[in-house]
């Protein structure tokens, strides 16, 4: 009667032993397959993150750029509504262009410059390029003003997204 309940006993021991084993084995498969979901998932997600947000981040730079491209158009209008009160009221013609507001022509003992805080060079497009200075302007629908714009984005004259002060808002 002992002995059956000892091997009851020694058997029970090695079931539990057996299903120990296999829970120790099967948490173990189970937990590694789980990382490599969830290095899935959140390659998923970042993905997903990237989608929405790159997009956005781009967009947002390219605003930036053209913010700050009609802010330089801006600071040339004011440097040369500067030069133009040392001038009589004449803005520099188209030839030699924005170049007097830093340096002057020759034989011009008006000119009080540099009229541009940068005196050193005058600004580009945030795009790298030059602006294209007109004088006297032939898009500005009110007074005697010079045209002056940026290429734009595109780096092209005469497009779209040139930036220019004469049209009111892009
Ligand atoms: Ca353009």
Redesign the pocket.
Known sequence: MQRVHRMEHQVEQVQRQRLSQARAAQSKGRRAGFTLLEVLLVLAILGVIAAMVVPQLLGRQKQANIDASRFSIASLESALDNYAVDHDGEYPQTNPGLEVLIVPQQNDPKWRGPYLKNSNDLPKDAWGNPFQYEYPGKNQRVGDKADIWS????????????INNWTVKQ
């Open positions: 290429w734009g984005p595109d780096k092209t004259n005469g497009t779209a997204d040139d």
